[in-house]
């Protein structure tokens, strides 16, 4: 299933995931990719892959664990028991690849007003906890073969989302544990930017953490609620060409993945925004893997 | 003048180069930083000199050259005497540091609107071509005793600010120059987020290349113009205790501006503004510089 493109629930965000998952199919594709609300809003695991299975298709990753930084007990303990609950799922729904969101800084201090709590802006000890909940993660995650896949968030996030923000602080935090058990993943959203992502993809090519590849574009102006941001492949300005052939260069031959929240995107009727995403895929990704791969596109074939 | 505090005029953006100077003095300050625009409304960089003398300010930086992503050879020559300009005012205010914010991504995609040109993408090019423009601008520096400040932006503005992200790799853009003729600014908006902060900052220390400290904070939402999400210091999510800690520790001991665009603090009486800025850094940010330079401080002293 080289380079097969996958639809990231987060694209169609009005749509459940039966809704979701026949959309995909009707639009050619043979994989998605669901968030968690909607395993539950669909009854649970067992119900979901069989939604997915019914459509045709098979699940590239789950959408997500992750939200270890909470420094007090009973918040730790809450969010290891929904990690492993998602851990769960995954292996349940066939995805097998975890997507983890490490979380922000907790308690956040503008929740607080003027000076916060010194304790709460404290970024080194929020990603030592994260390494933490991993070391708790890990072994059940090997148990139900599933990959914990550590994703590296655009900076503008670290307060509040991810305090894992590079993928070579991703490949540290990885270091510890087998490949076959934590990965991380490239979303050219969140690292297009970084002065080191060739080098690190390179890295996550040859330590074989590289777990799956996710592409949309990086908008401007930054939307309302930043989280919204990301935009259809070429509509922003994202080089998709040297990101594409980095990935492929690295020898990653999985589905690729897209996940666009965005508010005029999500609005539309899925048909349309599986058939352009589809097209600009073909356009400005799916050659420059290919070529790098050594393949022959279609379109460079004729 | 260790850890002397300067007003930078982008915290008080309804004042000219006047009024700001006299209000920095009547807030008991004795620096400014001037932006280009004051520079020349005030009549240009010695009547400028005469106004920041008279007020009994000294200035710290100014603010800005760069610029140097364009492709086009009209652009780049008018980047290049646009700096010289910027080159010789920084020499006349006395101010002796230029801060360099390198530009974005040229020809924004965006604007083209759908699938932008390939080249304008090229984020690897664009930074080529910043290092060919610090090449022709270093010696001109040099002969004028005027220091370039390599500006990391934070990574929400390398698609149209600065394709320059990081403190590690503005460092490794000045690597090839002279420490007293190329440095780098560790603006803490900027750079509060990078996991490599502590060791980029202390390469910076021993590289001799750590020319300024500019404090504010990062606050959330992200503002509607992205520009002015910058905090007063305690209002966002830095912590001020670590990175001070870090900047005195590598050696630095000049003064440290505060920049702050921020609409509601913009739109305030400056008055405020400053006695604010005042408190929050006598509070947040110089306990933490006095201690790691093995300085007493008036509070702890008490």
Redesign the interface.
């Known amino acids: 299933m080289s380079f097969e493109l996958s639809l990231n629930t987060g694209t169609t965000t009005t749509l459940d995931l039966r809704q979701a998952a026949q959309a995909a199919a009707e639009g050619g594709l043979a994989h998605i990719g669901p968030w968690r609300h909607l395993i539950e809003q669909a009854g649970g695991a067992e119900a979901s892959a069989r939604i997915i299975a019914e459509a045709g298709l098979s699940a590239t990753t789950l959408c997500r664990g992750g939200f270890l930084t909470a420094a007090e007990a009973e918040a730790r303990t809450a969010a290891l028991e929904s990690n492993r609950a998602a851990i769960r799922e995954a292996a349940i729904i066939g995805a097998n690849e975890l997507i983890m969101v490490v979380g922000g ?1 907790p308690a ?3 929740v607080l ?4 709590e ?1 304790h709460d ?4 000890a929020a ?1 030592s906890r994260v390494a933490r909940g991993l070391d708790e993660l890990v072994p059940y995650a090997r148990e139900h073969g599933v990959r914990l896949v550590l994703e590296p968030l ?3 996030y ?3 989302r991810a ?1 894992l ?2 993928l ?2 991703a490949l ?1 935090l990885a270091a510890p544990y087998p490949a076959a058990t934590v990965g991380v993943v490239v979303d050219t959203f969140h690292v ?4 080191q992502l060739q080098q690190q993809i390179r890295r996550a090519g040859v330590e074989g953490r590289l777990a799956s590849y996710q592409v949309c574009d ?5 939307a ?3 989280l919204k941001s990301r935009g259809m492949m ?6 998709f ?2 990101i594409s052939q980095w990935v492929a260069q690295a020898g990653y031959r999985g589905a690729v993945e897209v996940e666009i929240f965005n508010e005029e995107i999500n609005a539309q009727d899925a048909g349309l925004t599986i058939s352009t995403m589809s097209r ?1 895929y073909a ?2 990704v799916l050659p420059h893997l290919h070529s790098a791969a050594g393949l022959i596109t279609e379109h460079s074939a004729s």
Chains 1, 2 share one sequence.
């Open positions: 800084l956040a201090a503008h007003g003027g000076t916060g010194r802006k404290d970024i080194a990603r655009h900076p503008m670290a307060a509040d305090v923000s590079t070579g602080q540290d297009w930017w970084d002065p990086f908008n401007l102006p930054i309302s609620d930043a070429g509509d922003g300005y994202v080089d060409a040297s600009r356009e400005l």
